[in-house]
């Protein structure tokens, strides 16, 4: 299995960036698929979760109303529009799926058992 993140870049605060995630190798359709990222000297943290098919999203409270998490089954991807990028955003985005994840612990890095590589997203002020 294998998860490729593409679209990270700097851009100026109040600007956008869309990320994507493609998954190859296994479907996740019935399972969940997110991002998450990690700042330096942080804890990779939770941004946006799709659960099951995407019908359930759910999203960190530092990010509800400016990003949205969206995905495509046929094309395993998961994308994840940012609006109104903050500095604070600044971070490596990763992409995560697995297939045993509940909702319960969707939230949490250990429960996803697929990663992508990273992309730096740079929020300049």
């Known amino acids: 299995v294998q998860l490729q993140a593409f679209g990270g870049g700097l851009v100026q605060a109040g600007g956008f960036l869309r990320l994507s995630c493609a998954a190859s190798?296994?479907?996740?359709?019935?399972?969940?698929m997110g991002w998450f990222r990690q700042a330096p000297g942080k804890e990779r943290e939770s941004v946006a979760v799709?659960?099951?098919?995407?019908?359930?999203?759910s999203y960190a409270d530092s990010v509800k109303g400016r990003f949205t998490i969206s995905r495509d089954n046929a094309k395993n991807t998961v994308y994840l529009q940012m609006n109104s990028l903050k500095s604070e955003d600044t971070a490596i985005y990763y992409c995560?799926?697995?297939?045993?994840?509940?909702?319960?612990?969707?939230?949490?890095?250990?429960?996803?058992?697929?990663w992508g590589q990273g992309t730096q997203v740079t929020v300049s002020s």
């Open positions: 190798g296994r479907t996740f359709r019935n399972g969940a």
């Open positions: 799709s659960f099951r098919s995407g019908g359930t999203t």
């Open positions: 995560a799926a697995g297939l045993r994840v509940i909702m319960s612990t969707m939230h949490l890095p250990q429960a996803y058992d697929h």
